[in-house]
């Protein structure tokens, strides 16, 4: 067991560092899918497509060069400033993709191991700018200009431009992948069928007007306490398998779906399967990635609470989100209603039932957390346990959190317990008490809840902040544009509906951020 997580912790800190590096996942900041003729602000020049091959004429004063793995290639080919053949660099097919690799070197693996010659990408610099040809599917990570990267890619026949950035606030942001922890359960024994001939599959990807063809060239069969699983294997059988899945914890603690390395299985089929090491693709970072959704019927059919979770920390075009936790109990009715409101307000939230999540949830990345009940009977041991525990580790780490309702006592006995044992004496004898018809919020000093409009009624001597909200407030605002919240909220007007104390509680914690 020991080697076991050692081992596991190995990868894991390899998959971080991975991810860091300068311009990995975490530095893709834009996607810009190309036309005949095609800029757009903060373009380093103006793109051109004709009969396949891509140009870019710099604007005047641009400072640009190859990215160093094209200018490495160029430079083995010995044909620096003429027109020169590179490998692509791999797509999110391959989460940690490397940069292009040497020609000569690919042609050499073919030949031993009778693997399919990819065709190589061509690119020429020119007087003013770069031109450069991939192949179907492929992706060439092709100039940079200061601290930015430009990367051309093929996505079914259609060309973009996808630009990492060294210096992008989610990289900034990066201390690791949230985790479960290790757990030898979800290691299977398994079996690889080869088919005589791979079978092509359509498959929908991360953007939603993209679709594209997957290669299933086996099945990958193993034994579970639900019975025998077959999934649909991808990449090749003798450089590497890949397992593309869903399962049902995707959308709650884990993202859309998730990919694992299989390695190459023995020569009598057999392979491990180690969920422990299902990964993330990248659009689980990034809104810019085009990955591969799973093929379909590719679901284990059982909870994988087994390698990363879904991480805290996104960038789409509105920059870098506000990831927040909520554990929340309300009924069904009111979440249907609610849920949509946070995006749009800000907040990239992930939901969970404080009895039904049973995993250890990482707070790492989260920039506030809240807890939403409105009766503790529903609530088993484990649960309630839970809940102090995560308010309590908000605390010590001084991230905002938020009690709402009957789930504010445990914000309040975190809070307590927390002090005593600092050694503080607050000499609270006896609790505050709502007023009937209205429900409690609390929350800790790291935030200013009078800045969105909160009317602050007490503050106790543990330093939490309460704060009434009338239990008759309509769900739903007459308001429906963001600028108008924003006006309502800076005109100080009274909160009318749920809608807009949910849009001010994320302007708190974006405040606070």
Known sequence: ?????????????????????????????????????????????????????????????????????????????????????????????????????????????????????????????????FSAKLPAGGSLEWFTVGHVLYELIDRGGRIGIRVRDSKSPLLGKFFEVPAFDPNPSFVFLGKFTPFETPQVHGIATAQDDLNLEATAVGIVSFETEAGEVKLLATGCPRTGLQLDFHDSTNGRTTSAWRTLDLGVANQDGSLVIDFNRAVNYPFAFTAFATCPAPIEGNVVPFDVNAGERKPPFFYSEAGINVPFLFYVWWDDESAEVTRPWYSPFG????????????????????????????????????????????????????????????????LIRAQRELRDQEGYVDGIESEYEVTEGNLLIVMNNELRPKSVGFDVVHTDASGLLYVEMPYDIPLESELSEVDEFEASMRAGKPIASWQEFDYRTAALIRQHR
């Open 1 to 129: 067991m020991n080697q076991f997580v050692a081992e596991w912790n190995t990868w894991r800190d390899s998959r971080n560092s991975a991810l860091a590096t300068p311009f990995g996942w975490l530095s893709v900041v834009g996607l810009h899918w190309l036309d005949e003729e095609s800029t757009w602000a903060d373009a380093p020049g103006t793109f051109t497509v004709d009969d396949g091959w891509v140009n870019v004429a710099l604007e005047p004063g641009a400072k640009a060069g190859p990215a160093a793995a094209t200018f490495d290639l160029m430079g083995k080919s010995g044909k620096f400033g003429k027109s020169a053949e590179a490998a692509p660099v791999p797509s999110e097919k391959t989460v940690d993709a490397a940069a292009g690799a040497n020609p000569s070197t690919i042609e050499l693996a073919t030949e031993i191991d009778e693997v399919p010659l990819t065709p190589s990408a061509e690119v020429r610099v020119e007087e003013r700018g």
């Open 347 to 410: 907040l990239d939230i992930t939901v969970l039932n404080p009895n039904l999540d049973n995993g250890e949830q990482s707070l790492v990345g989260y920039d506030g957390v809240a807890m939403s009940g409105g009766d503790l009977t529903p609530l088993n041991r484990k649960g309630r346990s839970r809940l102090v525990k995560v308010a309590t580790e908000a605390l010590t780490s001084r991230i905002p959190v938020i009690g709402i309702g009957a789930y504010a006592e445990f």
